[in-house]
Protein backbone atom coordinates (compact mmCIF):
# COMPACT_ATOMS: atom_id res chain seq x y z
CA UNK A 1 0.00 0.00 0.00
CA UNK A 2 1.29 3.25 -0.58
CA UNK A 3 1.50 6.31 1.46
CA UNK A 4 -1.52 8.07 0.38
CA UNK A 5 -3.94 4.98 0.11
CA UNK A 6 -2.37 4.40 4.06
CA UNK A 7 -3.63 7.93 4.93
CA UNK A 8 -7.19 7.73 3.20
CA UNK A 9 -7.62 4.26 5.44
CA UNK A 10 -6.31 6.43 8.61
CA UNK A 11 -8.71 8.95 7.79
CA UNK A 12 -11.79 7.30 7.41
CA UNK A 13 -10.84 4.95 10.75
CA UNK A 14 -10.68 8.50 12.52
CA UNK A 15 -13.75 9.28 10.88
CA UNK A 16 -15.61 6.34 11.87
CA UNK A 17 -14.58 6.50 15.55
CA UNK A 18 -15.94 10.00 15.77
CA UNK A 19 -18.96 8.79 14.20
CA UNK A 20 -19.50 6.27 16.77
CA UNK A 21 -18.62 8.51 19.46
CA UNK A 22 -20.73 11.01 18.43
CA UNK A 23 -23.71 8.37 18.17
CA UNK A 24 -23.21 7.71 21.19
CA UNK A 25 -22.99 11.05 23.08
CA UNK A 26 -26.46 12.01 20.98
CA UNK A 27 -28.12 8.64 22.75
CA UNK A 28 -27.24 9.32 25.95
CA UNK A 29 -28.04 13.10 25.55
CA UNK A 30 -31.86 11.39 24.76
CA UNK A 31 -31.61 8.89 27.38
CA UNK A 32 -30.53 11.99 29.81
CA UNK A 33 -33.48 14.42 28.28
CA UNK A 34 -36.20 11.27 28.22
CA UNK A 35 -35.68 10.28 31.62
CA UNK A 36 -35.86 13.99 33.27
CA UNK A 37 -39.12 14.72 31.06
CA UNK A 38 -40.22 11.30 32.71
CA UNK A 39 -39.40 12.29 36.33
CA UNK A 40 -40.85 15.58 36.00
CA UNK A 41 -44.06 14.35 34.35
CA UNK A 42 -44.68 11.87 37.48
CA UNK A 43 -43.57 14.45 39.80
CA UNK A 44 -46.63 17.33 38.12
CA UNK A 45 -48.76 13.99 38.34
CA UNK A 46 -47.99 13.34 42.10
CA UNK A 47 -48.86 17.00 42.83
CA UNK A 48 -51.61 17.41 40.87
CA UNK A 49 -52.88 14.08 42.99
CA UNK A 50 -52.23 15.51 46.30
CA UNK A 51 -53.81 18.88 45.32
CA UNK A 52 -57.51 17.86 44.11
CA UNK A 53 -57.34 15.28 47.10
CA UNK A 54 -56.75 17.83 49.98
CA UNK A 55 -58.60 20.58 48.05
CA UNK A 56 -62.90 20.67 47.88
CA UNK A 57 -62.76 18.86 44.49
CA UNK A 58 -62.64 15.47 46.66
CA UNK A 59 -66.33 13.72 47.29
CA UNK A 60 -68.30 14.93 50.20
CA UNK A 61 -69.44 12.17 52.93
CA UNK A 62 -72.22 9.97 51.12
CA UNK A 63 -75.12 9.43 52.99
CA UNK A 64 -76.01 5.94 54.22
CA UNK A 65 -79.55 5.07 52.81
CA UNK A 66 -81.80 8.06 53.88
CA UNK A 67 -80.10 7.93 57.56
CA UNK A 68 -78.52 11.78 57.00
CA UNK A 69 -82.21 13.58 56.20
CA UNK A 70 -82.46 16.02 58.87
CA UNK A 71 -85.86 15.76 60.05
CA UNK A 72 -87.14 18.44 62.77
CA UNK A 73 -90.06 17.98 65.37
CA UNK A 74 -92.84 20.83 65.13
CA UNK A 75 -91.59 22.66 67.82
CA UNK A 76 -88.73 23.29 65.89
CA UNK A 77 -90.29 24.18 62.65
CA UNK A 78 -92.46 26.42 64.46
CA UNK A 79 -90.64 29.76 63.39
CA UNK A 80 -90.30 28.77 59.49
CA UNK A 81 -92.56 29.74 57.35
CA UNK A 82 -95.88 28.16 56.91
CA UNK A 83 -95.36 26.84 53.06
CA UNK A 84 -92.36 24.34 54.88
CA UNK A 85 -94.81 23.10 57.37
CA UNK A 86 -95.79 19.44 56.27
CA UNK A 87 -95.44 20.60 52.55
CA UNK A 88 -96.19 17.77 50.29
CA UNK A 89 -92.36 18.24 48.96
CA UNK A 90 -90.99 17.05 51.79
CA UNK A 91 -88.94 14.21 51.45
CA UNK A 92 -86.73 12.32 49.26
CA UNK A 93 -87.55 12.57 45.24
CA UNK A 94 -86.16 10.12 43.16
CA UNK A 95 -85.66 11.13 39.67
CA UNK A 96 -83.65 7.99 38.24
CA UNK A 97 -81.60 5.23 39.89
CA UNK A 98 -78.54 8.00 39.77
CA UNK A 99 -80.15 10.97 40.83
CA UNK A 100 -82.30 12.19 44.04
CA UNK A 101 -83.35 15.40 45.00
CA UNK A 102 -84.12 15.19 49.12
CA UNK A 103 -85.86 18.37 50.83
CA UNK A 104 -85.79 18.58 54.11
CA UNK A 105 -88.68 20.55 56.05
CA UNK A 106 -85.82 23.30 57.90
CA UNK A 107 -85.59 24.56 54.24
CA UNK A 108 -82.22 22.64 53.52
CA UNK A 109 -81.82 19.80 51.38
CA UNK A 110 -79.19 18.00 49.11
CA UNK A 111 -79.15 16.58 45.73
CA UNK A 112 -77.63 12.88 45.17
CA UNK A 113 -76.34 12.80 41.76
CA UNK A 114 -73.66 9.34 40.67
CA UNK A 115 -73.23 9.18 44.45
CA UNK A 116 -71.98 12.88 44.70
CA UNK A 117 -73.99 14.58 47.32
CA UNK A 118 -74.25 18.63 46.75
CA UNK A 119 -75.92 20.81 49.51
CA UNK A 120 -78.26 23.55 48.93
CA UNK A 121 -81.21 25.52 50.54
CA UNK A 122 -84.42 26.11 48.95
CA UNK A 123 -87.22 28.15 48.96
CA UNK A 124 -90.97 27.83 47.49
CA UNK A 125 -92.60 30.47 46.45
CA UNK A 126 -96.05 30.33 44.61
CA UNK A 127 -94.96 27.49 42.18
CA UNK A 128 -91.46 27.58 42.03
CA UNK A 129 -88.93 25.88 43.47
CA UNK A 130 -85.58 27.97 44.03
CA UNK A 131 -82.37 25.69 44.50
CA UNK A 132 -79.16 27.66 45.92
CA UNK A 133 -76.60 25.30 45.98
CA UNK A 134 -74.15 25.43 48.96
CA UNK A 135 -71.03 25.27 46.34
CA UNK A 136 -70.03 27.34 43.50
CA UNK A 137 -69.59 23.70 41.28
CA UNK A 138 -73.40 23.58 41.17
CA UNK A 139 -75.34 26.00 39.40
CA UNK A 140 -78.18 27.67 41.15
CA UNK A 141 -81.59 27.10 39.23
CA UNK A 142 -85.37 27.18 39.60
CA UNK A 143 -88.06 25.42 39.13
CA UNK A 144 -91.70 25.53 38.53
CA UNK A 145 -93.19 22.61 40.43
CA UNK A 146 -96.42 20.45 41.09
CA UNK A 147 -96.71 17.51 43.24
CA UNK A 148 -99.40 15.28 42.55
CA UNK A 149 -99.67 12.59 45.17
CA UNK A 150 -96.16 10.55 44.96
CA UNK A 151 -95.20 12.62 41.53
CA UNK A 152 -93.07 15.50 41.67
CA UNK A 153 -93.04 17.76 38.23
CA UNK A 154 -90.12 20.00 37.98
CA UNK A 155 -90.39 22.28 35.11
CA UNK A 156 -86.81 24.21 34.09
CA UNK A 157 -86.72 27.74 34.25
CA UNK A 158 -83.84 30.09 35.27
CA UNK A 159 -80.65 27.98 35.56
CA UNK A 160 -81.37 25.00 34.07
CA UNK A 161 -82.01 23.54 30.12
CA UNK A 162 -85.49 23.84 30.57
CA UNK A 163 -86.74 20.66 30.17
CA UNK A 164 -89.46 18.33 31.94
CA UNK A 165 -88.61 15.92 34.88
CA UNK A 166 -90.96 13.51 36.79
CA UNK A 167 -89.46 11.99 39.98
CA UNK A 168 -90.77 9.67 42.13
CA UNK A 169 -91.67 10.04 46.19
CA UNK A 170 -89.04 7.74 48.03
CA UNK A 171 -91.06 5.93 50.88
CA UNK A 172 -90.27 6.86 54.36
CA UNK A 173 -88.13 4.58 56.13
CA UNK A 174 -88.69 4.44 60.19
Same mark, same amino acid.
Given at each position: MNEKEELNRNTYRTQAIKRNSTKKQENRKRIIILSTLSIII $??? &? @?? $??? &? @????????SKLPQGNNDIVTNSASETSSLPDIYKGNEIIGTWRYDEYNQYTFNSDGTGFLMADNVRYDYVFELSDDKLILDFNKEIVKDCEYKYQVNGEELKLIGGSGTDGGEYYLEKEEEKG
Open positions: $LVI &V @IV $LIV &V @IRSSNWSR
